[in-house]
C-alpha cells in the first residue's frame, strides 16, 4: 500500500484552450505585419548574382522601384522570344517606356522621399551590358541616380 | 414580469480559434519575406558635356578597368596596359586608391579638409573608370563592381583602425562618414561607345 497509488480510473485533465486564440491572433499579426503583397508578376526568368560582405540590406520598401531584366519566363517565350526583355511593373517595355515609368512612380511617392528614390534593378546573371548600359543611360536622363544591383548575399564562413 | 437580473448567455467562443487559424494561414501563403539587399551605386548626373571634363584628368589618377567582350579584365594605368584575374582585382584597386609608397605614376597625394574633422593627405582626385562592351556578362561586370566596392571598404576600415581603434562597422556615423570622405568611392562608369546611328 503506497499513499501514492490513486485509486480506480485516472482521467487526463482537459487542456484549457481557451488562451489559443489569441496566442494564434499573435501570430497572425505577426505575419500581418511583415506582409508584403506581391503586386507584379515576374515575367521574366530572373537569377541575380551573388555577392559578398559589399551587399547591403535594402531598407524602407516604399522607396524602391523594381525594374526587372531577363529572358521572358517560359509561358511568355513563344511570344516575346529568349532574348533579354525589361519589365516595368505587369508588362514588357521598351527603353524609351523607362523616363515615364520613373516619373510615375516618383508621381507616387510622399513629397519629402522623392529624392530618396532608388531603382532596383534585378538583372539576370547572364544578360549582356549592352541593354544595362542602355537603361542606366535613361535612369540618369530621367534624373533617377539611385540605384541598387539587386543581389543575394552569399554568406563565407572563415 | 422579467423577474430581477436577467444574465447574458456567454458566448461560445470555441471557433474563435478556427477563425483566425483561417486567417493566419491566408497571410502565410500571400507573404513574402524575401528582403531586397544589393549593390548600392549613384549613377552621375546626365550632362552632355561630361565627356570633355573627363579629358581634363591628369593620367597618373585615372585607372581604367575595362571588361572586353570576351569578359577579360583589363587594368591600365598610365600607359601599362595587363590582364588580370578577377582575384587580383582588389588589391591593385587597393593599392592605386590608397597609393601607400607615394609612387610618382600613381594618383597625386594632396591635402584635403574632411568637413567637420581634420586635414588628411589623401588621392582626393583619383577615378576609377570602368568600362564594358555591349556584349560583356553582366555577372563580370557585377563582380568587378563588388571588387571595387570590397577595395574600397578595406581601406576604410584599415583608417578607422589607425585613426579611430575601432573596425568600421563599430564606428559612429559621424566617423563612418569620415572614413568615407577619406575614401570617397570615385567609380566613373564610362560612357558607352556609340554605334552606327543609335543617337544619345
Not at chain 1, 551573388?50 to 524602407?60: A, N, V, W
Not at chain 1, 529568349?82 to 527603353?95: G, M, V
Not at chain 1, 546573371?125 to 530621367?142: C, F, N, P, S
Request: charged residues 30%; aromatic residues 8%; proline residues 4%.
Amino acid at each position: 500500500m503506497s499513499k501514492f497509488r490513486s485509486n480506480g480510473k485516472r482521467e487526463m485533465p482537459e487542456l484549457n484552450t481557451s488562451s489559443l486564440p489569441d496566442l494564434i491572433f499573435t501570430v497572425l499579426f505577426f505575419f500581418m505585419m511583415v506582409t508584403s503583397m506581391r503586386e507584379v508578376e515576374v515575367k521574366v526568368d530572373c537569377k541575380i548574382p551573388t555577392g559578398g560582405s559589399e551587399i547591403e540590406k535594402l531598407e524602407r520598401k516604399s522607396l524602391v522601384s523594381h525594374i526587372y531584366i531577363g529572358p521572358p519566363s517560359k509561358t511568355w517565350r513563344p511570344i516575346y522570344g529568349p532574348s533579354p526583355r525589361i519589365q516595368l511593373n505587369d508588362k514588357f517595355a521598351e527603353t524609351n517606356a523607362i523616363r515615364e515609368f520613373v516619373i510615375a512612380e516618383r508621381e507616387s511617392m510622399y513629397e519629402h522621399d522623392k529624392p530618396l528614390m532608388k531603382m532596383s534593378l534585378k538583372i539576370d546573371k547572364d544578360t549582356q551590358m549592352g541593354i544595362i548600359t542602355d537603361v542606366k543611360q535613361e535612369l540618369r536622363k530621367a534624373k533617377a541616380l539611385n540605384i541598387v544591383y539587386s543581389a543575394t548575399k552569399e554568406d563565407k564562413k572563415k | 414580469m422579467a423577474k430581477g437580473k436577467r444574465k447574458v448567455p456567454g458566448l461560445n467562443q470555441s471557433s474563435t480559434a478556427d477563425i483566425s487559424f483561417i486567417l493566419l494561414i491566408f497571410f502565410l501563403v500571400t507573404t513574402s519575406m524575401d528582403t531586397d539587399s544589393g549593390l548600392a551605386r549613384r549613377l552621375p548626373e546626365w550632362d552632355p558635356d561630361a565627356v570633355e571634363q573627363e579629358l581634363k584628368i591628369k593620367e597618373r589618377n585615372v585607372m581604367t578597368v575595362s571588361v572586353n567582350k570576351f569578359n577579360e579584365i583589363h587594368v591600365k594605368n598610365g600607359v601599362m596596359s595587363r590582364q588580370i584575374e578577377i582575384s587580383e582585382l582588389k588589391d591593385i584597386a587597393k593599392e592605386f586608391i590608397a597609393n601607400p609608397e607615394d609612387n610618382a605614376s600613381l594618383p597625386i597625394k594632396e591635402e584635403y579638409e574632411i568637413p567637420d574633422f581634420k586635414t588628411v593627405v589623401t588621392t582626393i582626385k583619383h577615378v576609377i573608370s570602368l568600362q564594358t562592351d555591349r556584349v560583356t556578362n553582366y555577372e563580370v561586370y557585377f563582380q568587378v563592381q563588388h571588387e571595387l566596392s570590397r577595395a574600397y571598404s578595406e581601406l576604410r576600415d584599415e583608417w578607422t583602425r589607425q585613426t579611430f581603434r575601432k573596425k568600421y562597422d563599430d564606428c559612429t556615423d559621424d566617423e563612418k562618414a569620415f572614413a568615407r570622405g577619406m575614401y570617397s568611392t570615385k567609380i566613373s562608369e564610362a560612357e558607352p561607345k556609340q554605334y552606327g546611328t543609335q543617337g544619345l
